[in-house]
């Protein structure tokens, strides 16, 4: 440690004056006068926050300037020159840098008030955008608003379920446009030019109108009902006038009653009088059978188609009868009165082109007595009752619900 050369006293190497004897230390350095600008009163800098210091008061001394006097004083030999730049006060610049860009800072809008003020300015830019031509607007499905209703509750499904208000309508109407169709094509090719045929293909344009038309429920039902058995009527009287089973105007008004029946009953599973109408269909059906002798029929088989083939419907028809009982089960089912309605149509269909296909081509021995215009009505009837059959299901659903109604009201009338 160096001593003073006066009075031999310690002192620091930094020391530019001996604190006993007040001579200056050999080898001291300039005195170097640091300057410091003066702070407005009542100012706090950031020194003075951190430290918690406060500004001098009025009555303190007014000089501009505080001189402080500091020493430097050479580093020892062991301590390495710091010839480093201060990376703190000086920063390089990359030759190629660019500075950033300023992005403005928005504010946050809450309340009402800031919302509305939204809403006009998104308006008044809707408003001043120009217009655009009809096609060129958005105007699909999922950008339309949905608007609000009541919920659907599982009693309303199930009520529906139960209960339908326009049941087999789509049905009725896409099997009248599809069977008037290939029926029109069959009476065209074999019919020719006879007024039968003529007969044949107003009745069934008038069923593929009556279908293809907007009309309510019980209109279309009721109309169809009607023009389709006038096709089944036609095609009756002429089975009579040649001689082709005569039994088959019961078989046909069986079918139409037991079909309709069945579909009334799959579409209300608790409806009494459904049940009531499948017994009616079900004992003429059988009175049918036993009429045309079908009980008979597998006794008298002999080795030609023109034999067995019809004897083979008549006992399916027994069979499908049986079977149409089901619907006198539980109501938690439909007792798969759907089915056997279908299948009822389907095989009277066949039975009809068995009897048709065996006066074209009978027996060896026997002459050909059918014609075709009579061909031509036949399948118009066969047409007819299919679609008398799926009517008259819906109008015995439209006379279910105006009885139901009118017992309701009287209920809701009485004391």
């Known amino acids: 440690m160096p001593q003073c050369n006066s009075c031999n ?5 930094t020391d530019a004056f001996c604190g006993t004897c007040g001579e200056p230390v050999p080898g001291g350095k300039p005195v170097v006068a640091i300057a410091r600008e003066l702070k407005p009163r009542g100012v706090l800098t950031t020194g003075d926050r951190m430290s918690g210091t406060f500004p001098p008061s009025a009555s303190t001394g007014t000089s501009a300037r505080a001189v402080a006097v500091v020493a430097l004083a050479d580093p020892e030999l062991s301590e390495a020159p710091d010839t480093g730049l201060n990376r703190t006060a000086i920063r390089e610049r990359e030759p190629h840098s660019e500075p950033a860009q300023v992005l403005p800072l928005h504010r946050k809008k809450n309340g009402t008030e800031s919302q509305r003020r939204e ?18 607007r958005d105007t699909s499905l999922p950008n339309m608003p949905i608007p609000p209703g009541p919920p659907i509750l599982a009693s309303d499904l199930l ?37 039968l045929t003529f007969v044949a293909l107003a009745l069934l344009i008038t069923m593929a109108t009556l279908a293809l038309t907007p009309m309510s429920y019980p209109g279309r039902a009721i109309g169809l009902f009607l023009v389709g058995s006038i096709a089944t009527g036609v095609a009756l009287w002429q089975q009579i006038l040649q001689g082709i089973a005569p039994e088959g105007v019961i078989l046909a008004g069986a079918t139409i009653l037991l079909t309709g029946s069945l579909l009334f009953r799959a579409y209300y599973r608790g409806a009494r009088p459904a049940r009531v109408a499948v017994t009616f269909g079900v004992l003429a059906l059988g009175a049918w059978f036993f009429v045309s002798g079908g009980h008979e029929s597998l006794v008298t088989l002999e080795g030609d188609w023109q034999s067995w083939a019809p004897a083979s419907t008549h006992m399916t028809f027994g069979l499908l009868a049986l079977l149409s009982l089901m619907a006198f089960m539980d109501s938690s089912t439909r007792g798969g009165s759907h089915v056997w309605a279908v299948a009822l149509l389907v095989l009277y269909g066949v039975h009809l082109a068995v009897l048709v296909a065996s006066e074209v081509r009978p027996m060896p ?15 118009t009837g066969v047409v007819g009752t299919i679609v008398a059959g799926m009517a008259l299901a819906q109008v015995l659903v439209v006379a279910y619900q105006a009885t139901s109604n009118r017992v309701k009201e009287r209920v809701s009338v009485a004391p």
């Open 119 to 136: 809403e006009t300015e998104a308006f008044e830019s809707q408003r001043d955008e120009p217009r655009t031509s009809a096609p060129e």
């Open 365 to 379: 021995g026997t002459a050909v007595t059918i014609q075709g215009p009579t061909i031509a009505a036949i399948l």
């Open 9 to 13: 006293g310690s002192v620091l190497r």
């Open 159 to 195: 009520r529906e379920q139960m209960r339908p208000s326009s049941p087999g309508q789509n049905a009725l109407r896409r099997t009248a446009v599809a069977l008037t169709a290939v029926g029109a094509l069959g009476v065209l090719l074999t019919g020719g030019v006879h007024p």
